[in-house]
């Protein structure tokens, strides 16, 4: 059984920081792109940023350079690394992993989410 669980979520003022963590189990770890999402209220889910297997990142447009996507392997362990927050960035936080390729508009298997609040 397949579980990715975040974690690190919270409020926070703007121009603040927050490390998002997800912890992954019942997978092949290094065989899947990991990937954030978030959907922030009344909004579509979108891509924050992706981390292939070969560690290489790719961010969307409106965190890059203030976010940092990691993982590490052997602890099966995503992370999000957020700094410079905005009251934008406030949404709801998914850790995804979809298997072998990186994609922005699904995923094999989803968190349940963390929530993040910035106030301005």
């Known amino acids: 059984q397949v579980q990715l669980v975040e974690s690190g979520g919270g409020s926070v003022q703007a121009g603040g920081s927050l490390r998002l963590s997800c912890a992954a189990s019942?997978?092949?770890?290094?065989?899947?792109?990991m990937a954030w999402f978030r959907q922030a209220p009344g909004k579509e889910r979108e891509g924050v940023a992706l981390?292939?297997?070969?560690?290489?990142?790719v961010y969307a447009d409106s965190v890059k350079g203030r976010f940092t996507i990691s993982q590490d392997n052997a602890k099966h362990s995503l992370y999000l690394q957020m700094n410079s927050l905005k009251p934008e960035d406030t949404a709801i936080y998914y850790c995804?992993?979809?298997?072998?390729?990186?994609?922005?508009?699904?995923?094999?298997?989803w968190g349940q989410g963390t929530k993040v609040t910035v106030s301005s």
């Open positions: 995804a992993a979809r298997r072998i390729y990186c994609s922005w508009s699904n995923a094999d298997y």
């Open positions: 019942g997978l092949t770890y290094n065989a899947y792109c």
């Open positions: 981390i292939g297997r070969d560690d290489r990142a």
